[in-house]
T-cell receptor, first 114, second 110 residues
Framework: DAGVIQSPRHEVTEMGQEVTLRCKPI?????LFWYRQTMMRGLELLIYFNNNVPIDDSGMPEDRFSAKMPNASFSTLKIQPSEPRDSAVYFCASSSTPVDTEAFFGQGTRLTVV | GESVGLHLPTLSVQEGDNSIINCAYSNSASDYFIWYKQESGKGPQFIIDIRSNMDKRQGQRVTVLLNKTVKHLSLQIAATQPGDSAVYFC?????????FGAGTTVTVRA
């Protein structure tokens, strides 16, 4: 398996634009997580899915953020409209359980909003 | 709320020496802990895990120790190598989700 695949690796966008981050989890993993990493706040869990259904989105910062998982092999995290404070590295991770086994992380998407 | 935290943000170690990275957790409900390594420009990578019914677990050159009495976790790296230079995170599963500490940056001196 190629592991968790994220795209794009880097994204630079202007404030106010819509940004869509993509993730392909490891085949067979029922859980998918979206994290955000910043120097100030570290790694924060934004949302996670179980069998394509959002289970906990309490970490989503505000209504500008939304996430979907239309099928078992694809998820998106969308920010609309984007703001400079959204600049961060966004990671997708997948696992076979929510909290009892390791989560496998993708390489991340570095987002810069100017 | 409760959170995972690290005692030291940076650690400089001589190549060949042993490294010890510490982590304090506060959620007494946590029963599963993981150490991750993150190299520059990459995602966190699993190193080793431990469940609360154990005090110690060993892997290849790494050992994790868990002290539930004082809610303390440590990662020991034997014979530290240049490739061990990275940021190390501990994570706990309290509140039904993995929560990460702030991370410790380990720099290996040649």
């Amino acid at each position: 398996d190629a592991g968790v695949i994220q795209s794009p690796r880097h994204e630079v966008t202007e404030m106010g634009q819509e940004v869509t981050l993509r993730c392909k989890p490891i085949s067979g993993h029922d859980y998918l997580f979206w994290y955000r990493q910043t120097m100030m706040r570290g790694l924060e869990l934004l949302i996670y899915f179980n069998n394509n259904v959002p289970i906990d989105d309490s970490g989503m910062p505000e209504d500008r953020f939304s996430a979907k998982m239309p099928n078992a092999s694809f998820s998106t995290l969308k920010i609309q409209p984007s703001e400079p404070r959204d600049s961060a590295v966004y990671f997708c991770a997948s696992s076979s359980t929510p909290v009892d086994t390791e989560a496998f992380f993708g390489q991340g998407t570095r987002l810069t909003v100017v | 709320g409760e959170s995972v935290g690290l005692h030291l943000p940076t650690l400089s170690v001589q190549e060949g020496d042993n490294s010890i990275i510490n982590c304090a957790y506060s959620n007494s409900a946590s029963d599963y802990f993981i150490w991750y390594k993150q190299e520059s420009g990459k995602g966190p990578q699993f190193i080793i895990d431990i469940r609360s019914n154990m005090d110690k677990r060993q892997g290849q050159r790494v050992t994790v120790l868990l002290n539930k009495t004082v809610k303390h976790l440590s990662l020991q790296i034997a014979a530290t190598q240049p490739g061990d230079s990275a940021v190390y995170f501990c994570a706990e599963n309290g509140d039904y989700k993995l929560s990460f500490g702030a991370g410790t940056t380990v720099t290996v001196r040649a």
